[in-house]
């Protein structure tokens, strides 16, 4: 019998084709009409966002990293009972987690975490919080958590930024890309991201509005 998970798959030269994917969003909540297949726009140039126009096909669009990215690198800031981990070329410039916890997550400082600042219940509310999947945790030495605030299976529009895709929709590209979290990442759709298919905050920079 077909696998029938919900999923998002593209080459590094089309459009993402959301198959089985039966919930995508707005932020507010407000619902966009799904079918069994879906295309959605990555090079940001769509006259019909978050839908896919064709464009990408003219425009020149092709979805590689480029060298210059933020790298992934798998960093360690043990503290009492938790030890947060983050791959800092993964994340997406939400500053879900900044505006949630400043004391702790400060950007302005080295180390950028402190986990002393927090408890640790307060801490993994705020990792919950993180929707690129950059920020996960192990408990008492134990093996490394991913996990989101939500699971139901839906991307999420967030306005001038990414696709959120949460709840465990597959990844699947001629490039082998992998989330860093199978189960919560965010893709590009502004087109200007160095770490596509993944979003690394660019989409600021960049002016993207959709
Ligand atoms: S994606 Fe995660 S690590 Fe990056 S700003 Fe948002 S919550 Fe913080
Ligand atoms: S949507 Fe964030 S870098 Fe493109």
């Not at 790298?71 to 791959?87: H, L, Q, R, S």
Request: glycine residues 12%.
């Amino acid at each position: 019998m077909a696998d029938r998970r919900p999923h998002i798959v593209f080459t590094q030269y089309t459009q993402y084709i959301a198959v089985d994917v039966e919930r995508m969003e707005d932020e507010d909540g407000t619902p966009h009409d799904m079918g069994t297949v879906t295309t959605l726009c990555r090079c940001g140039d769509s006259s019909f966002k978050p839908f896919c126009d064709g464009t990408h096909s003219s425009n020149g669009f092709v979805g590689t990293k480029e060298d210059d990215r933020v790298p992934d690198e798998v960093k360690e800031y043990p503290g009492d009972g938790i030890t947060v981990v983050d791959n800092r070329g993964v994340c997406s410039h939400g500053g879900e987690c900044l505006k949630a916890l400043p004391g702790v997550f400060d950007l302005g400082k080295r180390p950028w975490i402190d986990v002393s600042a927090a408890t640790k219940d307060v801490i993994l509310d705020a990792i919950r919080l993180c929707p690129s999947g950059a920020l996960s945790y192990r408990l008492d030495g134990g093996e490394r958590i991913q996990e989101f605030g939500q699971t139901r299976a839906r991307i999420v529009v967030k306005k001038d930024g990414p696709f959120e895709v949460q709840g465990g929709i597959g990844l699947q590209d001629d490039l082998d890309n992998t989330p860093e979290c199978p189960e919560h990442y965010c893709l590009c759709r502004c087109g200007s991201s160095r770490n596509k298919p993944f979003c690394d905050g660019q989409h600021a920079d960049a002016g993207f509005q959709g």
